[in-house]
């Protein structure tokens, strides 16, 4: 198979031109999380600053502590554009003709994951634009920076991979819809919204050891400059785990017959 | 030299076996029809020869290929256009067919060439650009064949082409169909429409609940069921009446001076009252076979032997 990067990139240039054509779906994935942001921040915001931020808590505080997880609830929302778009791909008859035709099959896959990470990274940045814009100030020095986007990056691509999978799961295009819902709700049940030690002992015990908790501390420490300990490693594993399992899960459902 | 054959195939979906044991033989540059109801396992048989599945047992090959051993040469020796239509609706025609156009490695200068020829040839010119989402049906199913044969193939499964489309359009469908043939490129054809095999396929196969219940030409197939005829016609009724004298269970046709006499259409059947009249010199003004048309042999071929 020498063409699987010509017919990869053959498959991305005509994901890129289908989200292009069906900008709502793009729109309404974007608009999640900048939602989310400014709730928090003008709604909860006060409050839930002068809980957590000390002498200088409120919430200039709470910004720069639920930010991180605002961009993470960026790839969370344009995740589940991925297991959309490949549901509706899937009932279309278009996958069947891939199939018949002597490509990389694999480039069928390919197209709509790195379609996503564009879209995905496209999705982060603009999260970070309305953060900056409305007061967000990040400490990080160059280093950081790398790290950073090292880090969002792979787990964006984790999760695409992982959310792909969830879409050829999916029967209908509908229930794809549905099933990245707990991938947007994981963050509550973590450090996102407000520190674990606030909660009760059985949550707290699960919001320290899932893979969110990690990430989000990292992802804070980059970017305000504090150290993160191992946070960053064990997040950067958790990326591995997800991203190879679903990745191995979403070839293992592609590759089966299909069905229709 | 054969195009597509099958030995034995048989395949399951869960209990249900849909092909029970299915042998054909597809030569090179023919019209090969399958003819069958819905549910009869059409579709499951171009799903295997297309290698999207993979049939529980048998084998079969396709342009020279196993299709379970080799599937990737068979995948670039063949075009699908299945029944549901496989094109992308948020890209224009011309898109659609860029797309192939990249996926068969064509090059931009000669990709090019051959969108805008296949334009042109399914008089999808004016429509190129538009979303494929606002083509009519008969539209669709045109950019779905153009799809199939950027990449040249030498064999095409067509499922079911023209279900759905009117009946314009259909004929439109069929036009193309022949010009395929003429260029010497095989196509296996699936259809529940007898006319359409008539039309179009130089052999017929009849699928009926996952088994090949008879095969030959149309009027092979034609003969094989009892009613056919022949009708002489007389320009005196003297003659008429000499024959009626001559030729046994004939009947008169009407008022016509026309006598219909039961036979099957053969050759030798035929000369054989040739012979009898000729013997009694009986003058006959002409002569006209009819065989049973291809929805009486479908019926009698697929009639269900057992009600439960």
Redesign the interface.
């Known amino acids: 198979m020498t ?1 699987v990067l ?2 990869s990139a ?1 498959m991305v ?2 994901n890129l ?2 989200m292009i ?2 900008p709502s779906m793009t729109f309404q994935l974007l608009i999640m999380p900048v939602v989310f942001l400014l709730l928090f921040v003008y709604v909860f915001g006060g409050t839930l600053g002068a809980g957590i931020g000390g002498p200088t808590g409120g919430r200039a505080e709470y910004l720069n502590y639920v930010t991180p997880t605002i961009i993470l609830m960026a790839i969370t929302a344009a995740v589940q554009g991925t297991s959309i778009s490949i549901a509706m791909d899937m009932t ?3 996958v ?8 990389a099959r694999v480039s069928v896959l390919t197209g709509h994951v790195i379609g996503s990470l564009v879209q995905t990274v496209l999705a982060m940045t603009f999260v970070f634009g309305v953060a900056v814009a409305i007061g967000f100030r990040p400490q990080a020095n160059f280093v950081e920076w790398l790290a950073l986007a090292g880090l969002l990056i792979a787990m964006a691509f984790a999760l695409i991979w992982f959310s792909a999978a969830l879409g050829l799961a999916s029967k209908t295009v509908e229930g794809s819809s549905n099933i990245g819902l707990p991938l947007i709700l994981l963050p509550f049940f973590g450090n996102g919204f407000v520190p674990t030690d606030s909660m009760p002992a059985a949550l707290r015990w699960f919001a320290e050891y899932q893979p969110f908790t990690p990430f989000i501390d990292a992802l804070r420490g980059l970017l305000m400059g504090t150290p993160i300990g191992n946070s960053g490693y064990i997040a950067f594993g958790w990326c591995v785990v997800i991203g190879v399992g679903g990745y191995l899960w979403s070839k293992k459902l592609f590759n089966r ?2 069905t ?1 | 030299m054969n195009a597509i054959t099958a030995t034995g195939l048989r395949r399951s979906y869960g209990d249900n076996e849909v092909l029970k044991g299915v042998d054909l033989n597809v030569q090179r540059g023919t019209v090969f029809s399958l003819l069958g109801a819905n549910g009869a396992g059409k579709t499951t048989m171009v799903k295997i020869l297309s290698t999207l599945i993979r049939a529980d047992s048998g084998s079969a090959s396709v342009a020279g290929h196993d299709v379970a051993r080799d599937p990737n040469a068979v995948r670039a020796a063949i075009g699908v256009t299945g029944q549901f239509s496989a094109v992308d609706n948020l890209m224009t025609g011309r898109e659609n067919l860029k797309l192939m156009a990249d996926l068969h490695h064509l090059g931009r200068a000669v990709g090019k060439l051959k969108v805008e020829q296949l334009l042109e040839k399914f008089d999808l010119v004016d429509a190129a650009d538009k979303s494929a989402s606002t083509y009519s049906g008969g539209m669709r199913r045109r950019l779905d064949l153009a799809m199939t044969l950027v990449g040249t193939p030498q064999v095409i499964f067509l499922d079911e082409p023209t279900t759905g489309l009117d009946p314009r359009s259909r004929r439109a469908m069929w036009e193309i169909v022949r010009r395929l043939v003429a260029d010497g490129i095989t196509i296996f054809l699936t259809t529940q429409y007898l006319e359409e095999a008539d039309e179009l396929a130089d052999r017929i196969a009849v699928l009926d609940n996952g088994k090949i219940v008879a095969e030959g030409t149309a009027d092979e197939l034609k003969r094989r069921i009892h009613g056919g005829h022949v009708l002489l016609q007389f320009n005196d009724p003297r003659h008429l009446e000499a024959a009626a004298r001559v030729v046994h269970n004939a009947s008169r046709d009407g008022e016509a001076l026309a006598l219909r006499v039961p036979n099957d259409g053969s050759v030798s059947s035929l000369k054989a009252l040739l012979d009898q009249l000729d013997e009694h010199s009986v003058p006959v003004d002409s002569l006209s076979t009819h065989t049973p048309d291809l929805d009486d042999v479908f019926l009698a071929l697929t009639e269900k032997v057992t009600q439960p």
């Open positions: 063409y010509t017919d053959t240039r005509r031109k289908r054509r069906y279309e008859g278009i069947d003709r891939f199939r018949t035709m002597a490509i017959e299909s229709r």
